[in-house]
Each structure stands twice: as C-alpha cells, then as structure tokens.
C-alpha cells in the first residue's frame, strides 16, 4: 500500500477568511494528486489535478481563484480556500497517484470537514 | 468520455455470508484499471482492490475478489465471510491508463453496504 496524509482533519474558519489543506504523500513521490469535494451522500467530485511544478487544472465549473492550488513538491500539495463562505462547507479529500512498473494506483488522505461560520 | 454504473443503491448482508456487488463501465479505451474503494463512516476512501484491464486472472485479496469481464466491461466485488466491518459505501473506479496527470478516477455513485449481526 501507499500513506497519504491530509491535514487538518476538521477545520472550522469565519465567513471571508481562507482556509489552506494539506496533502502529503508520506512513503512515495507523486508527481500527480488531486482534490476532490463531497456533498451527503453522494460521489466524490473531482476539484482539479494537482501536477507538481505546474498549474493545476481544474474541471469545468470550479472557481480557480477560490480555490488555489499548489503543489510544490512531489510529496505536497494544498488546497487553499480564499474567501470561505458558509457553501464552502464540505468534506475535502485528496489523492495521490502512485506510478510503479507495474502500473498505477491512487490512494486516498483521510479527508477534512470545513465548516465555515 | 468514461462511465461507471453501480445498479446497486443499498445492499445488506448476514455476517459470515457472501455479497457479491455489481459495476459496469463504459469506454473506448484498451488499457485501464478498474479500482474498488471502501468508504466507512469515517469517510476515509480505503483501496480494497485494483484490477488491471490486460490481465485476465481476477484479482484477490483476502476475503475480496473481483469478477472482471472485459468484453461484458463487467467488474463485481464479492466479498466472502462478510463481517461488521465492512459495513461501508463502496466505490467502483475507472482509471484509464496515460501520462503526465491525464489519470483520473472516474466513479459510479455508491453502494451502501450493510453487513447485520
């Protein structure tokens, strides 16, 4: 298997300020992660893909500018959300893509629940 | 573009039987994996199984295996000796084989999962 660390597990922040998350991959490089949102009771919603040393790149309907995206080192990437308002509340989870000869595999951090007051 | 179909919404099982739970996809793709994730309360996504499109033995591990049919493009999970603990919402996931962050997790909606004493 593979360590994936997100931190923090539940954050709690005022209406306007911004929030930032952590992704880390403990035990193996990843050059690729990625963001993900969860409403109740449904899938995971893929955010963006988090490639190191570049640009993320975000699906079609997520906010670039809100949600900021940087992965500077091949164990770490964050996700920043600037200007949390109460709809930002969610459960975030990331993944890393773990490449080996024989073949790929993503494995997921623990998540973090963001409430926004 | 890829698609995942879990036709099961919500299924129960007695401890120590056997559930078997069903996926179908959808693609044009030749080299891809197909992934289950376990999704227990605690909303951590778990890799419980990882298959991949040119094999053609099924993968196993432990208690959980998979019956893979690619020209059905059929991937069911069978989890034998059920126990309380698997009590979860499970994912089935499609990956299609690329390079440099084109891999992406394409989901189907779930399948709660509950094991009764």
């Known amino acids: 298997g593979a360590v994936v660390s997100q931190h923090p597990s539940w954050v709690i922040c005022k209406s306007g300020t911004s929030v930032k998350i952590e992704c880390r991959s403990l035990d193996f490089q990843a050059t690729t992660m990625f963001w993900y949102r969860q409403f109740p009771k449904q899938s995971l919603m893929l955010m963006a893909t988090s490639n190191e040393g570049s640009k993320a790149t975000y699906e079609q309907g997520v906010e670039k500018d809100k949600f900021l995206i940087n992965h500077a080192s091949l164990t770490l990437s964050t996700l920043t959300v600037t200007s949390a308002h109460p709809e930002d509340s969610s459960f975030y989870i990331c993944?890393?893509?773990?490449?080996?000869?024989?073949?790929?595999?993503?494995?997921f951090g623990e998540g973090s629940w963001l409430t926004v007051v | 573009a890829q698609t995942v179909t879990q036709s099961q919404p919500e299924m129960s099982v007695q401890e120590a039987e056997t559930v078997t739970l069903s996926c179908t996809y959808d693609?044009?793709?030749?080299?891809?994996?197909l992934f289950w994730y376990k999704q227990p309360p605690s909303r951590q996504m778990i890799l419980v199984i990882r298959q991949e499109a040119y094999k053609q033995q099924n993968a196993t591990e432990n208690r959980f295996s998979v019956n893979f049919q690619k020209a059905a493009k059929s991937f069911s999970l069978k989890i034998s000796d059920s126990q309380l603990g698997d009590t979860a919402m499970y994912f089935c996931?499609?990956?299609?084989?690329?390079?440099?962050?084109?891999?992406?997790?394409?989901f189907g909606k779930g399948t709660k999962l509950t094991v009764n004493p």
């Open positions: 693609t044009s793709e030749n080299n891809y994996y």
């Open positions: 993944s890393a893509l773990k490449t080996l000869n024989s073949g790929n595999t993503i494995y």
């Open positions: 996931a499609f990956m299609k084989h690329g390079v440099g962050g084109s891999e992406k997790l394409v």
